[in-house]
């Protein structure tokens, strides 16, 4: 069965207050797009087209009005509401009716992972049928972080969640793949202490039975998490440096879609008029105008 996938976007955004008082955290801008952009691209570079974004019942409607169904972009995107935010593996629980038996990818809405490899870590991940997998990512201050022990064959040991003393230099990102079997097992956990489903029990339960697998994401690759006031202000930076210094846009769902062949060259006009006289705009035309040079045609003027 084809690979869902679901973001999370939910939570009260406070570690960006004032910020996100009246804005939802994975909408806000990340350079020159919404920050959800760049946890959405991750997924369509592992071609799910089946996606739940999972947010507020104060901020869905926000989310609906811009994506829609996912049609413009080629995916059949979903909505569900998650009243309390009640641990990361709560995702498999409400989840669990648009999963429906099938394989699932979960990624947090404020994460960013850029890497010259990615698509090929990600086809990793995404080709093992059975089991769990998640990444290993080299940070100064494990610390604050859900940290992944493992070996020299990267057989994962231990997994802790914010260790005082942690066992290695990796950070678990926010990024899982699991089975069919996930939203069974997330049902079984028993709430922590601070009285959420917690993401890191779930790993552990597939790291019990030994099919908890791991990819590294190596040096060069980029994670943010861009929950603080000073990761949101990096990861813009990032963005733009990335994209005016070559010309290419990360993280652009229209461009992933047409390159896939999800989309035809109606579409990306379509969204080149909705878009008006901006960058982004123009970024998709250019686009456009290679492919056809390469066809011997010449795309139409758009207003």
């Given at each position: 069965?084809?690979?869902k996938?679901i973001?999370l976007?939910?939570?009260?955004?406070?570690r960006l207050?004032?910020?996100?008082?009246?804005?939802?955290?994975?909408?806000?801008?990340?350079y020159?797009k919404?920050?959800?952009?760049?946890?959405?691209?991750?997924?369509?570079?592992?071609?799910?087209?089946?996606?739940?974004?999972?947010s507020?019942?104060e901020?869905?409607p926000?989310f609906?009005?811009?994506f829609?169904?996912?049609?413009?972009i080629?995916?059949?995107?979903?909505?569900?509401?998650?009243?309390?935010p009640?641990?990361?593996?709560?995702?498999?629980?409400?989840?669990k009716?648009?999963?429906?038996?099938?394989?699932a990818?979960l990624?947090l809405?404020?994460?960013?992972?850029?890497a010259?490899?990615?698509?090929?870590?990600?086809?990793?991940?995404?080709?093992?049928k059975h089991?769990?997998?998640?990444?290993?990512?080299?940070?100064?201050?494990?610390?604050?972080?859900?940290?992944?022990?493992f070996?020299e064959n990267?057989?994962?040991l231990s997994?802790?969640?914010k260790?005082?003393?942690?066992?290695?230099d990796y950070?678990?990102?926010?990024?899982?793949?699991?089975?069919?079997r996930?939203?069974?097992m997330?049902?079984s956990?028993?709430?922590?202490?601070?009285?959420?489903?917690?993401?890191?029990?779930?790993?552990?339960?597939?790291?019990?039975?030994?099919?908890?697998?791991?990819?590294l994401l190596?040096r060069?690759?980029?994670?943010?998490?861009?929950?603080?006031?000073d990761?949101?202000?990096?990861a813009g930076?990032?963005v733009h440096?990335?994209?005016?210094?070559?010309?290419?846009?990360?993280?652009?769902?229209e461009?992933i879609?047409?390159?896939?062949?999800w989309?035809?060259h109606e579409?990306?006009?379509?969204e080149?008029?909705?878009?008006?006289?901006?960058?982004?705009?123009?970024?998709?035309k250019?686009?456009?105008?290679?492919d056809?040079?390469?066809?011997?045609r010449?795309?139409?003027?758009?207003?």
């Open positions: 069965m084809k690979r996938g973001i976007a939910g939570g009260s955004g406070s207050f004032p910020l996100t008082r009246v804005v939802c955290k994975q909408l806000l801008p990340v020159d919404p920050m959800v952009y760049y946890p959405l691209s991750v997924l369509m570079l592992t071609d799910v087209r089946d996606i739940l974004i999972i507020t019942p901020d869905l926000a609906e009005h811009l829609g169904d996912g049609s413009r080629g995916l059949n995107i979903v909505y569900a509401e998650q009243p309390r009640e641990g990361l593996a709560q995702a498999f629980i409400i989840g009716e648009f999963l429906d038996g099938a394989p990818v990624i809405g404020d994460n960013m992972i850029c010259q490899d990615l698509t090929h870590l990600l086809r990793q991940a995404d080709i093992r089991g769990a997998t998640i990444f290993g990512y080299r940070v100064k201050d494990p610390s604050r972080y859900g940290v992944v022990e070996d990267k057989k994962v997994i802790e969640e260790p005082a003393h942690p066992r290695s950070a678990v990102p926010g990024l899982y793949f699991y089975d069919e996930v939203c069974e997330a049902a956990l028993i709430p922590s202490a601070r009285g959420e489903i917690e993401i890191t029990d779930l790993n552990r339960l597939y790291l019990k039975e030994g099919s908890l697998q791991m990819e190596g060069g690759t980029i994670w943010m998490d861009m929950g603080t006031h990761s949101l202000l990096e930076f990032y440096t990335i994209e005016t210094r070559q010309g290419l846009q990360i993280a652009c769902p461009e879609a047409f390159h896939k062949g989309v035809g579409i990306i006009e379509e080149i008029s909705r878009l008006g006289r901006t960058d982004y705009a123009g970024y998709l250019e686009m456009l105008e290679d056809l040079a390469h066809r011997g010449r795309v139409p003027q758009s207003e």
